[in-house]
Structure formats: C-alpha cells, structure tokens
Nanobody
Framework: VQLQASGGGLVQAGGSLRLSCAAS????????AGWFRQAPGKERESVAAISRSGSRLSYADSVKGRFTISRDNAKNTLYLQMNSLKPEDTAVYLC?????????????????????WGQGTQVTVSS
C-alpha cells in the first residue's frame, strides 16, 4: 500500500489542524494504521494508532485529550485531528500502516511494527 500524508502547516499555539493520509494500491481496511512524529534532533515517536475497523484506538500520553485518530475505509483515508496545539507538537508527522492486527497499545506504538510509511507532512506551531 502507498501512503500520502497531507494537511500540515503553520498554526499558532491553541489552534487546530487535521492531517490526512490517503492510501492506495491495496484495500485499506486490511491494515492497522498509525501516526508518528519526528522533531529535529529527536527520535521518532508514536502519536496514535488505530485498528483495521477503527474500533480500537490508542494515544501517546502527550496528545491524549487533544488529538483524535480516525479512519474512513470507504475513502481509504486515515486522519489525525489535532486541537489545542502546542509549540512542542512541532514535527514532521508521518502515517504508517501494517498487515498486523492491532493487539495492544504498546505494540502499535512501535515503529518496527509497521510495514509501510508515508513521506510526512510538516506541522509547525508558533508560540
């Protein structure tokens, strides 16, 4: 499956953005998926993950209550709604997908668990 992330940009602290990740090449509903982010000089970190059907979700503690992951399998698209953005949310955001079934939040947070990656979209939050 090929993944194409979009929706990033520059926003003031407290603002909102919605990221999209369009999947092509395979039936998207066959894949669990997730969002990661990587800031300059920092390691890639998991932001959120979602099961194939969308019934199971998990979030990093740093974004709980502010970010919402969702998917529309009919449109082959993964979303990340980001509210109450903070300067520390500034990073390149990447979407990822895997053949594996969602089992636990800890496994879904591991970048090694994913088979396919999009190219990333930049999110910059100004103070």
């Amino acid at each position: 499956v090929q993944l194409q992330a979009s929706g990033g940009g520059l926003v003031q602290a407290g603002g909102s953005l919605r990221l999209s990740c369009a999947a092509s090449g395979r039936t998207f509903s066959n894949y669990a998926a997730g969002w990661f982010r990587q800031a300059p000089g920092k390691e890639r970190e998991s932001v959120a993950a979602i099961s194939r059907s969308g019934s199971r979700l998990s979030y990093a503690d740093s974004v709980k209550g502010r970010f919402t992951i969702s998917r529309d399998n009919a449109k082959n698209t993964l979303y990340l709604q980001m509210n109450s953005l903070k300067p520390e949310d500034t990073a390149v955001y990447l979407c990822a997908a895997t053949f594996r079934a969602y089992t636990t939040p800890s496994s879904a947070a591991q970048s090694e668990w994913y088979d396919f990656w999009g190219q990333g979209t930049q999110v910059t939050v100004s103070s």
